[in-house]
């Protein structure tokens, strides 16, 4: 065989045979995941769900199957803005195969999801939500009787730069210079300005006072990291059982936790219902975030028993609040000793904490491309769908995303291997014990007495 050469400039052929286009044989997880869509008969939801916000007679536009597909392909492949999706949609043949296009027809560019993303309204994309809940009740995964509920905080697509006075509506370099010209200090550079800022006291961005010129629904707030950057906080309800999201919802980033608990709850509870479930949500466990008197107090009014743990701090007096909040935050108290609650909380900081880390690390969604609080209700709704499909892909291929099946072979291994060592012992302990197999020449060991396991 000779040596090939690479050739840095090939004139392209005229006409190409369609028989000669290189052909994807699919990929597993992606292949599994059409048969489930197809099964569930998703694509007739979708287009009967979207057509009402479509002109009758016009130009055919996207489906709004293959659309949604492509948002799902965005958290399985971790990617975090529609550019990216849209070029890994065109350059990959399997991502291909799995939206129905053939190799010599265009994808959608990422223009086009933006602009069916501002076509639809919230409702479909709960609805879509709803459906794959749906789904997920198909396959036994939906319990819903104990959930847990945590929060995280989200990057805003916004930098603290670009904050502004909500009464004035000045920069924060216009409103250092006026402080500077009140306490008749002279500034005659940048570094002028940056010094006097820096020692000035009482310096602080508050909500209140600012907000941001380009995401006007960002918050000002403080991240783990320990940096100030303005986000949302997203807030998660899953089912504790089988780990399936059932709401999802995008707050301002200083909303309580106390605040929101009910609200997700709630949204969670219709979730399950509009899935077809009979499902009920009866318990609710959480961090001491969510520890407030009133919220303790309408959660027993629901009907819901709640395992929230309790901050540190003094004793509490009770002569200035409702009766109904003291015997709340006591049942809450009383539950909170015993070994039920234990579990529970063993069980939110494993499962709960995890859907965020599927979800916004490896998931993509760690830091918003887009702007606006609707818009990334939106998003989260598809995201947290595709999240609940990987549950799904979980029961029937024991991976939940695609990049799950490069280590199926060191599990499979890892599985194999305590077999092949019980197996040897067991030989062992037949040549020791029983005569006839008893082998004293090693150089003349029959082959049949070394049990073997190949994978």
Excluded at 29 to 44: K, W
Excluded at 168 to 192: C, F, H, P, Q, R
Excluded at 311 to 328: C, I, L, Q
Excluded at 333 to 359: I, P, Y
Aim: hydrophobic letters at 35%; glycine letters at 8%; proline letters at 4%.
């Amino acid at each position: 065989m000779a040596l090939g050469q690479r050739r840095t400039e090939r004139q392209q052929e005229l006409w190409v045979a369609t028989a000669k286009l290189p052909a994807s044989i699919g990929h597993v997880f992606y292949d599994a995941l059409n048969r489930v869509l197809r099964d569930g008969e998703f694509d007739n939801f979708a287009e009967s769900l979207c057509e009402p916000f479509y002109k009758e007679g016009g130009r055919p536009g996207i489906p709004p199957g293959i659309y949604f597909r492509m948002i799902f392909v965005g958290y399985f492949e971790g990617i975090d803005s529609q550019r990216g999706i849209a070029w890994r949609c065109r350059d990959s043949l399997s991502l291909r195969k799995f939206l129905g296009y053939e190799l010599h027809e265009n994808t959608p560019e990422h223009s086009s999801l933006t602009r069916i993303r501002q076509r639809l309204p919230l409702e479909v994309f709960e609805q879509v939500f709803a459906f794959v809940l749906s789904l997920v009740e198909e396959h036994g995964l939906l319990k819903g009787k104990t959930v847990g509920v945590d929060s995280t905080l989200l990057e805003a697509n916004a930098a603290m730069k670009s904050i502004v006075r909500r009464d004035t509506g000045e920069d924060w370099e216009a409103y250092v210079l006026g402080l500077a010209e009140a306490d008749g200090v002279e500034i005659n550079s940048d570094d002028d300005l940056r010094k006097f800022d820096r020692k000035r006291k009482g310096k602080k961005a508050s909500n209140q006072d600012w907000q941001s010129s380009s995401d006007p629904d960002a918050r000002i707030m403080k991240m783990k990291k320990g940096h100030t950057h303005l986000s949302y906080k997203q807030e998660h309800t899953v089912d504790l059982e089988t780990e399936a999201i059932l709401s999802a919802e995008i707050y301002y980033g200083n909303e309580s936790d106390g605040k929101t608990l009910l609200d997700s709850v709630n949204t969670a509870q219709g979730n399950v219902q509009q899935a077809d479930s009979d499902a009920a949500i009866k318990e609710v466990v959480g961090d001491k975030g969510y520890h407030k008197n009133e919220t303790l107090a309408k959660s027993r009014a629901d009907e819901l028993r709640t395992y929230i743990c309790e901050p540190d701090g003094p004793n509490r007096r009770w002569t200035d609040k409702p009766a109904d909040y003291e015997v709340a935050y006591r049942a809450n108290r009383r539950r909170l000793k015993g070994e039920r609650n234990k579990r529970l909380q063993k069980l939110r900081c494993e499962r709960v904490e995890r859907s965020f880390a599927h979800v916004c690390e490896t998931g993509g969604a760690r830091r918003t491309r887009l702007r606006g609080l609707e818009n990334n209700r939106k998003k989260v709704r598809l995201t947290v769908a595709a999240h609940n499909l990987g549950l799904i892909l979980r029961k029937l291929l024991g991976s939940g995303k695609p990049r799950e099946f490069a280590g199926l072979p060191g599990l499979l291994i890892s599985m194999f291997s305590p077999l092949q060592a019980a197996l040897k012992r067991s030989q062992r302990l037949l040549s020791r014990t029983n005569p006839f197999h008893r082998v004293h020449d090693h150089q003349h060991r029959p082959k049949f007495l070394t049990p073997t396991c190949t994978l």
